[in-house]
């Protein structure tokens, strides 16, 4: 079991950055693959980032690519969301989440298992 906790979030202007973190309790956080996703009014909640328990592989959907990194901090418990050249429509609630790894890096949010509150973000004109 992981409690999740995001942080983060705020308003920016176009082309400015924001960092988010996500703070994970409980055991065996190192065997988890972690992601990043969103969601908008009326929208389904989509993936945009994802990183596997060791860190060293990762998968950016396309509009974050260039523009969004995703690390993880195993010995603090943490992953973070880093996103620079923000636009509007990046305007969303973000999601963290989790889900035990099966050595491949998981994608589909179906088989995320733990979610944190969301945190949002707001990017101005």
């Known amino acids: 079991q992981l409690q999740l906790v995001e942080s983060g979030g705020g308003t920016a202007q176009t082309g400015g950055s924001l960092r988010l973190s996500c703070v994970a309790s409980g055991r065996d956080f190192k065997m988890y693959d972690m992601a990043w996703f969103r969601q908008t009014p009326g929208k389904e909640r989509e993936l945009v980032a994802a990183i596997a328990w060791s860190g060293y592989d990762t998968h950016y959907a396309d509009a974050a690519e260039g523009r969004f990194t995703v690390s993880r901090d195993n010995k603090k418990n943490t992953q973070y969301h880093q996103m620079n050249g923000l636009k509007p429509k990046d305007t969303a609630i973000y999601y963290c989440?989790?889900?035990?790894?099966?050595?491949?890096?998981?994608?589909?949010?179906?088989?995320?298992?733990?979610w944190g509150q969301g945190t949002e973000v707001t990017v101005s004109t």
């Open positions: 989440a989790a889900t035990w790894t099966t050595g491949n890096l998981t994608l589909a949010l179906s088989r995320y298992s733990f």
